[in-house]
């Protein structure tokens, strides 16, 4: 059986189980169990290559010794294990190395959701299935695992932490980072920037051993809600990171902006901080010049922060941080003053659909030169659709002209045209520092004179109520025969 459809048949038997209560649960459950699976693999291997290496796992809550063999434990039995021994020692696990500190902080915050001990070996016999231990059968996961997490919309809020694959590839691509550069995602979701870095990285600069432990020593990452933290450990365990102990289960905002100091800065920073929420009381008073409990604007005041001097950003950002007044023009102010915000990328408001709608755009800036100019890129939708949607997401090569178009590492030769345009440090000023530049080049659609619209409408009032008597009428007639 394929990979894939060992993962459907899974989601299949959890359907069943009573305790399984909608896509949240079944993926938070389905990944605890895979993470097991995937750690005892891993493990299995390393005391193979590694004459030291012992399993940070007591072997009786291994993998192997309770769940590998198709014939061992189920029902009332298996449950009363799991709820009763396994997720107690996992979460008290003592954190004595690195990989032991991984398995403990997944556990911290997860929940066995099934009811029934027989369904739940039905899971296990599937997963073992699965060798994580072979390259082409975790790399097929790896593509299913991106996957549950694209489809995470379906889990209510949890679509916040999806971001389409060709943005942060995109985003990755034109921040091009290296080997040895600290690379940080201050609100890392399920790992898109992380992975896509990775990835990025392994193609072009990672050409001995010594490259990639150096790429590993130099990520880090923070997310604090449970679900996504878990998947992000789990998803950088997929692309062989051995101990990613750097994704911390922590929220970046709870530290007083002034407490982060020189040693803690980093070169590059890659995140779609979430927005439109609100952070919990007494977490502005963090950000004293910038007090607002509104969760995008405190990741920016951060995010310049947290940046060395010539460190690079690129981050995601709704239309409302771009026009926004007070705290917001404050904040902008400073953007523009502490770093030059060379690029901005506005991109159409179907991108994230269908679990958002609104318009989005990528700020591409470097921290220790003051903004001279912006430069501004509209991407558009291809003309062969009339909107992004799940069935026709973005896709990497629907951002080739803006990759052509930027000029390489160094900008040079950007020429204004019908999608990039742009604007004076001294006309954001006269702004107020209003970001929400629309293309000069296209003309506005003319919707007529607001008087003869009024009147329009008016009269298109009138003619349904008309309509409205005159089918009251024939509906009292025919219900008086």
């Known amino acids: 059986m394929s990979t894939r459809n060992v993962v459907k048949s899974i989601q299949d038997i959890m359907r069943k189980d009573v305790g399984v209560d909608g896509d949240a649960q079944r993926l938070s459950q389905l990944v605890w169990m895979f993470f097991l699976k995937i750690i005892d693999d891993q493990d299995e291997a390393l005391e193979f290559t590694r004459d030291d290496y012992a399993s940070p796992i007591p072997e009786r809550f291994q993998w192997r010794s309770w769940a590998a063999d198709p014939e061992g434990i189920t029902g009332d039995a298996l449950l009363d294990f799991v709820n009763g021994e396994l997720f107690p020692a996992l979460k008290e696990l003592p954190a004595t190395t690195p990989r032991a500190k991984v398995i403990r902080s997944v556990f911290e915050d997860a929940y066995n959701y099934m009811k029934s001990g027989h369904l739940m070996r039905q899971v296990i016999n599937k997963i073992n299935e699965v060798d994580f231990n072979s390259l082409t059968e975790r790399q097929h996961f790896g593509d299913i695992y991106e996957q549950l997490l694209n489809d995470l919309q379906n889990a209510g809020n949890a679509g916040e932490y999806y971001t ?271 970001l929400d530049i629309k293309n000069p080049h296209v003309e506005e659609e003319d919707w007529g004179d607001p008087e003869t619209l009024l009147g329009d409408l008016t009269k298109a009032e009138a003619s349904v109520d008309s309509l409205r008597a005159e089918l009251k009428d024939i509906l009292t007639e025919a219900l008086a025969r």
């Open 164 to 434: 389409p694959r060709a943005v942060t590839a995109f985003m990755v691509q034109q921040i091009d980072p290296h080997p040895g550069e600290i690379l940080m995602d201050p609100a890392c979701g399920t790992g898109g920037f992380l992975t896509c870095a990775m990835r990025h990285m392994r193609e072009r600069y990672v050409k001995r051993p010594e490259d990639e432990a150096t790429m590993q020593a130099s990520l880090r990452a923070v997310e604090k809600k449970p679900l996504p933290h878990m998947l992000c450990t789990t998803n950088m365990l997929l692309h062989n990171v051995e101990e990613p102990s750097w994704v911390k289960h922590d929220n970046t905002l709870a530290r007083p902006l002034i407490s982060w100091s020189k040693d803690e800065r980093v070169d590059i920073i890659l995140t779609n901080p979430p927005f439109g929420g609100k952070e919990e009381d007494g977490i502005e008073n963090n950000f004293p010049a910038f007090k607002t409990r509104e969760t995008a604007d405190l990741f920016l005041a951060l995010i310049i922060r947290l940046l060395k001097d010539k460190g690079r950003a690129a981050v995601v950002l709704p239309d409302g941080s771009l026009f926004g007044e007070g705290v917001k023009t404050r904040l902008k102010e400073h953007l523009l003053t502490e770093c030059n915000l060379h690029t901005i990328v506005r991109l159409p408001n179907s991108v994230f659909k269908p679990y958002a709608s609104i318009g989005t755009n990528l700020l591409f800036f470097e921290k220790g030169m003051p903004t001279q100019e912006v430069w501004y890129w509209e991407h558009r939708v291809p003309e062969t659709q009339k909107a992004y949607s799940m069935t026709k997401p973005i896709r990497l090569e629907h951002l080739d002209d803006c990759a052509a178009w930027w000029g390489g590492a160094e900008r040079e030769g950007r020429e204004e045209s019908d999608r990039a345009w742009k604007v004076s440090i001294d006309e954001i000023r006269d702004r107020g520092f209003n």
